[in-house]
C-alpha cells in the first residue's frame, strides 16, 4: 500500500479556507485517494475520494495534480466545528485492501 | 439506514477476562471491517469480511483475538485473556465493493482493562 504523508498539525481561523496536502509518492494505477474526519470519541467519517483532477462535494474539494503523487483537501470557509483529525489514505478498494489509516492532521480552528 | 451500530458503547473488564463487542453493519453493505485505536494514533487494521469469508486476518494483533461473521450479517470481535494492553477504541467500519472507500464506521467500543 502506498505510503501517505501529511503534516501532523494545522491552525486556522473561523472563516478561512485551509488546505491540507497528503504526499503519496508511490501511488500505484489502480488506487484511489480517500480523505476520512475523525472527531474524538467518534469513528472516522469519509469526506471525499478522487482518481485525478478535482473532485467537489458539499463538504470540501479534492485536488489531484497529474503526476497523482499528492493531493489537496481544500476546505472552505472552516468553522469551529471542523476542529477535527484528518486522514488522507490511498489504495485499491477493488482488490480488497483495507484501508490503513497514518496518524492524520490535527486541524484545529479558532474564533 | 440505521447506520452501523457497535455493541456496548463501553467495557470494563478485568484483566486475564474474556471480552465480545458486537457489530451491526448497513444491511446493504457486504464487507465489514476491524479496527483498533489507541489514544494519539490513527486507527489500525485488524481484519476485514467479504460477506460470510474473513479475507484479512494476518494483522490481528495476537492468537488472542477473533473475529466471526455468521451469515455474512452481523460480526463478532472477541478477545482473550485481556491484558493492560488491549486497552483501546474497537472500531467497527461496513463498505461495499463497489463503493470505493467510503467505508461507514461506528461509533466504537471503547475497553478499558483494569
Known amino acids: 500500500l502506498a505510503k501517505t504523508t501529511q503534516p501532523i498539525s494545522m491552525d486556522s481561523y473561523e472563516g478561512q479556507e485551509v488546505n491540507i496536502t497528503c504526499s503519496h509518492n508511490n501511488i500505484a494505477t489502480n488506487d484511489y485517494i480517500t480523505w476520512y474526519q475523525q472527531f474524538p470519541s467518534q469513528g472516522p467519517r469519509f469526506i471525499i475520494q478522487?482518481?485525478?483532477t478535482k473532485v467537489t462535494n458539499e463538504v470540501a474539494s479534492l485536488f489531484i495534480p497529474a503526476d497523482r503523487k499528492s493531493s489537496t483537501l481544500s476546505l472552505p470557509r472552516v468553522s469551529l466545528s471542523d476542529t477535527a483529525v484528518y486522514y488522507c489514505l490511498v489504495g485499491d478498494n477493488q482488490a480488497g485492501t483495507a484501508l490503513i489509516f497514518g496518524k492524520g492532521t490535527t486541524l484545529s480552528v479558532s474564533s | 439506514d440505521t447506520g452501523v451500530s457497535q455493541d456496548p458503547r463501553h467495557k470494563i473488564t478485568k484483566r486475564g477476562q474474556n471480552v465480545t463487542f458486537r457489530c451491526d453493519p448497513i444491511s446493504e453493505h457486504n464487507r465489514l471491517y476491524w479496527y483498533r485505536q489507541t489514544l494519539g494514533q490513527g486507527p489500525e487494521f485488524l481484519t476485514y469480511f467479504q460477506n460470510e469469508a474473513q479475507l484479512e486476518k494476518s494483522r490481528l494483533l495476537s492468537d488472542r483475538f477473533s473475529a466471526e461473521r455468521p451469515k455474512g450479517s452481523f460480526s463478532t470481535l472477541e478477545i482473550q485473556r485481556t491484558e493492560q494492553g488491549d486497552s483501546a477504541m474497537y472500531l467497527c467500519?461496513?463498505?461495499?465493493?463497489?463503493?470505493?472507500?467510503?467505508?461507514?464506521f461506528g461509533s466504537g467500543t471503547r475497553l478499558t482493562v483494569v
Open positions: 467500519a461496513s463498505g461495499w465493493t463497489g463503493g470505493g472507500y467510503g467505508y461507514t
Open positions: 478522487g482518481y485525478k
